[in-house]
Each structure stands twice: as C-alpha cells, then as structure tokens.
C-alpha cells in the first residue's frame, strides 16, 4: 500500500515564499501529480513529476526526490488567488492516483 | 477546453434509495474515474473505466457499482445508499498515458450527497 503524509494546514504572507512538503511511503510508483484546489470547486493540474529534480512553471515549481521519499510544491512571489487547498498524489500505475489528505494554505495580506 | 460535468451539485437522499451520479465528459477522453471527498481523508478512488463496458474496483468500491455504456458517460450507482455514503463525489476523465507517463485527470465540479 502507500502512505502520504502532508501537513493540514499551512499560513502566509502576500508576496513571500512557501514550500509545501508531502512524504510518502510506497513500494513503486510511477510519478507524483500536484493538484490545486480552491473550495468548492474541481481540482486542477499543476504539475507531474516522474524524474527526480525540479520542474518549473512560472511561480509554481514541483521537486522530486525518490531516494528521500518526498515532494514539495514552491509557491512564489504568493497572491491571495493562491489561498487553496494543495494535493500531491502519486501514480500507482494504469492512471489510478493515490492521493494525500491535502494542505490548506491561507494567505493573509 | 476540457469540460467534464456532473449531473447534480447538490443532492439528497433517503437511506436505502437507489442513486444515481451521473458524469459526462467531452474530449473524448477514455479514463474515467470516481472519487468521493472527506474532511481528513482526501480524495479516495471508488472505480474507474479504461473503455466502454469496463470497469476496475478502486480503493473503496463497496456499496457502489458503475456503468460506462457510452464513451463520454460514467455513471456511479449507489443500490441503497446509507448514511456513511454522505460524501463530495467526484467525477474525473483522462486520455491514456504510456508507461510512467500518464495526462492528468480533469475534474468535475462535483456532487455534494446528503444520505438522511
């Protein structure tokens, strides 16, 4: 089986930086998604990675690192848009995607 | 742009009716998924189809059945629905991947069900 573990909730300021980790323990997978949801509405894609290191897009990077057993998303330069909920997953194999419980991030002007 | 809805935003239920969620994409894509959403367990996968007339047990498929008899449609059934069924459903679509790679699913808006 897999377990996730992310924290529940995390705070920050309008403009900082903040890292959102999510550990895992599992016996394969085949890649690790990054979701964004805000409340009330659908998840939607932010990132996929499958190879070990970083990937970025605009303020929004996603690093991987098999050997640790941990992800994290980094969130720059943060807006308000940004307060959401934030899910890592890990592709188990043929689509099906196991996911964390989720960080609640609020950011406060 | 992808588009996948659900048939209800919110819905209400006795316990032991049948109910019916009912989920249509329109890309054409040939995954198909359903989750159900819980404060502190996240998102938890119930079946998904590969292709029309199949379908794969998740994590959690008791008290839940499914039918894909059209490609764009993936209908979740609960045959008497209790009370512990009370949940935020979620209906995904994605095209194919190969091998590690895969596409990302695509949401619905979702069901919020109310089993009194």
């Known amino acids: 089986g897999q377990n996730i573990d992310q924290p529940t909730e995390m705070t920050a300021t309008e403009g900082a930086i903040v890292q959102i980790n999510c550990t895992y323990q599992?016996?394969?997978?085949?890649?690790l998604f990054w979701y964004q949801q805000h409340a009330g509405e659908a998840p939607t894609f932010l990132s996929y990675?499958?190879?070990?290191g970083l990937e970025e897009k605009g303020r929004f990077s996603s690093f991987l690192s098999r050997s640790k057993g941990y992800s994290y998303l980094l969130l720059k330069e943060l807006q308000m848009k940004d307060s959401a909920s934030y899910l890592c997953?890990?592709?188990?194999?043929?689509?099906?995607?196991?996911f964390g419980t989720g960080t609640r991030l609020l950011v406060s002007p | 742009d992808v588009k996948v809805t659900q048939s209800s935003r919110y819905l209400v239920k006795r316990t032991g009716e049948k109910v019916f969620l009912e989920c249509v994409q329109d890309?054409?894509?040939?995954?198909m998924f359903w989750y159900r959403q819980d404060p502190g367990l996240g998102l938890r996968l119930i079946y998904f189809?590969?292709?029309?007339?199949?379908?794969e047990k998740g994590d959690i498929p008791e008290g839940y059945s499914v039918s894909r008899e059209k490609k764009e449609r993936f209908s979740l059934i609960l045959e008497s629905a209790s009370t512990n069924q009370t949940s935020m459903y979620l209906c995904?679509?994605?095209?194919?991947?190969?091998?590690?790679?895969?596409?990302?699913?695509?949401f619905g808006p979702g069901t919020r069900l109310t089993v009194t």
């Open positions: 995904a679509s994605s095209s194919p991947g190969q091998g590690a790679f895969t596409y990302e699913q695509y």
């Open positions: 599992t016996s394969g997978f085949n890649g």
């Open positions: 990675n499958v190879l070990d």
């Open positions: 997953a890990l592709n188990t194999g043929f689509q099906k995607l196991v």
């Open positions: 890309m054409d894509h040939e995954n």
């Open positions: 189809s590969y292709d029309v007339k199949m379908k």
